[in-house]
């Protein structure tokens, strides 16, 4: 089983609030990514990391933020959150050169009220 | 033209059915080609990995390949109620691109 971790796994917010999702991982992966699950549809990447002080945007856009201040911790923030960000948050991790290969945590499920 | 095409549609078969799901993808780019599962409430895992065309075997379960086609399959043979899980494919360029996943349940 992988070792990377979510918290929390299930979190229900009132609008407006700001909110960190935790992730971390013992692995020593240097990349580290953040997708979006909705139901039915496909996996998109928000943010991804090549490592400490590296934060990328993805494919899908996203009003959320990113922060790698150490290898194995990679948290997603949101300033004020919305209806429109209830969504599963997936966290995952690769090494550098196999990206083909990722470990993924249980994710987090959000619901924005 | 999404770049992974993959039909979500559930699929439900009796225990020891081949399972056979399939992807086509439009970017020739592409070089890997994973299969990830996925149970209810987990995050996926990665399942089959190939990279040329062809056929991989894992036990019960089959990844074939098809460049020319932009084509690719898993096969699950012998399927087993713990087998009952979504069904992802993905392939690599620069980045991973998924598929939507198929949900599959194998019933006693």
């Known amino acids: 089983e992988a070792d990377i971790y979510q918290t929390p796994r299930y979190l229900v917010i009132g609008t407006g609030k700001k909110i960190t999702l935790e992730c971390s991982q013992t692995?020593?992966?240097?990349?580290m990514y953040w997708y979006q699950q909705d139901p039915g549809m496909e996996l998109h990447l928000i943010h991804y990391?090549?490592?400490?002080?590296?934060?990328e945007k993805g494919d899908l856009s996203s009003e959320s933020t990113v922060s790698r201040i150490r290898t194995e911790h990679f948290p997603l923030t949101l300033e004020s959150a919305r209806p429109s960000h209830t969504s599963q948050y997936l966290c995952?991790?690769?090494?550098?050169?196999?990206?083909?290969?990722?470990?993924f945590g249980p994710g987090t499920r959000l619901l924005v009220l | 033209q999404k770049e992974v095409e993959q039909d979500p549609g559930p699929l439900s078969v009796p225990e020891g059915a081949i399972v056979s799901l399939n992807c086509t993808y439009s970017?020739?780019?592409?070089?890997?080609f994973m299969w990830y599962r996925q149970y209810s409430r987990k995050g996926p895992e990665l399942l089959m990995y190939?990279?040329?065309?062809g056929n991989k075997e894992d036990g019960r379960f089959t990844a074939q390949v098809d460049k020319s086609s932009k084509y690719i399959s898993l096969f699950i043979r012998d399927s087993q109620p713990s087998d009952s899980a979504t069904y992802l494919c993905?392939?690599?360029?620069?980045?991973?691109?998924f598929g939507k996943g198929n949900q599959v349940v194998v019933i006693p």
């Open positions: 970017n020739s780019a592409f070089q890997y």
């Open positions: 190939t990279y040329s065309s």
């Open positions: 993905a392939m690599s360029g620069d980045r991973l691109a």
């Open positions: 692995m020593g992966h240097d990349k």
């Open positions: 995952a991790s690769s090494e550098m050169d196999n990206q083909e290969t990722q470990y």
């Open positions: 990391s090549y490592g400490v002080n590296s934060t």
